[in-house]
């Protein structure tokens, strides 16, 4: 991502997070689900997803394994698998992992 669009979408992330914590928003609640559901499906390493539920990455492994979390995903042009963690935490959820025990 160019570093002006990355710039202008963290200043405006911001500004709407104001805006939801003084209870100023005029964005609708379903809006506000869409944003929320883009930003959580953010692809991540195992490694940061392992970070994210509180376990080791060898146990994130043997998760997967197990089907109690999702596959990574290849993406051409990379050697590491990706994860998203709308799908990590709705697994954690269901079965109960790491910090959402």
């Known amino acids: 991502m160019k570093e002006d669009l990355r710039n202008s979408l963290g200043d405006l992330l911001i500004e709407v997070g ?4 003084t ?3 005029d964005i609708e609640e379903e809006q506000a689900l869409k944003i929320f559901t883009a930003i959580l499906h953010e692809p ?3 490694e940061r997803a392992a970070i994210e539920l509180n ?3 060898s146990r994130f492994d043997a998760l997967v394994a197990d089907g109690k979390l999702p596959k990574g ?3 051409l042009g990379w050697k590491e698998l990706r ?3 709308d799908e990590i935490i709705e697994y954690a959820k269901k079965y109960k992992i790491g910090k959402f025990k």
């Open 18 to 21: 104001n805006k939801f914590k």
């Open 23 to 25: 209870n100023t928003s």
């Open 44 to 46: 991540v390493s195992k």
């Open 55 to 57: 376990i080791s990455p």
């Open 73 to 75: 995903k290849k993406k």
């Open 83 to 85: 994860y998203y963690l």
